[in-house]
């Protein structure tokens, strides 16, 4: 079965880091591009970071670009997404997704890991 498993969030102070972790299982990973959504309370789902099946191209949100990495280890079938300079507007459930490129509704999404940025 299809599975996706995040870890590393928790409470951070401002302008902390924090590097969250998923790991896959049940597919073929090298194969699915990467994304890291989250989704903040009252707010809509929001995509902060993509990786390509190939690792050779990755995108950001305007909002954490520069601080925030997105990274891949095929050979641990596993996504990170390194968290620099926090702010408490990153505060959010950070979800892990993996996407098929040309097939259709192949898509897993992980459980989520709470972020919380706060003095």
């Known amino acids: 079965q299809e599975q996706l498993v995040e870890s590393g969030g928790g409470l951070v102070q401002p302008g902390g880091s924090l590097r969250l972790s998923c790991v896959a299982s049940?597919?073929?990973?090298?194969?699915?591009?990467l994304n890291w959504y989250r989704q903040a309370p009252g707010k809509e789902r929001e995509l902060v970071a993509t990786?390509?099946?190939?690792?050779?191209?990755?995108n950001y949100v305007h909002s954490v670009k520069g601080r925030f990495t997105i990274s891949r280890d095929n050979a641990k079938n596993a996504v990170y997404l390194q968290m620099n300079s926090l702010k408490p507007e990153d505060t959010a459930v950070y979800y892990c997704?993996?996407?098929?490129?040309?097939?259709?509704?192949?898509?897993?999404w992980g459980q989520g890991t709470q972020v919380t940025v706060s003095s």
């Open positions: 997704n993996a996407r098929h490129p040309t097939i259709l509704g192949s898509v897993f």
């Open positions: 049940g597919f073929t990973f090298s194969r699915y591009s």
């Open positions: 990786m390509s099946s190939a690792g050779d191209r990755s």
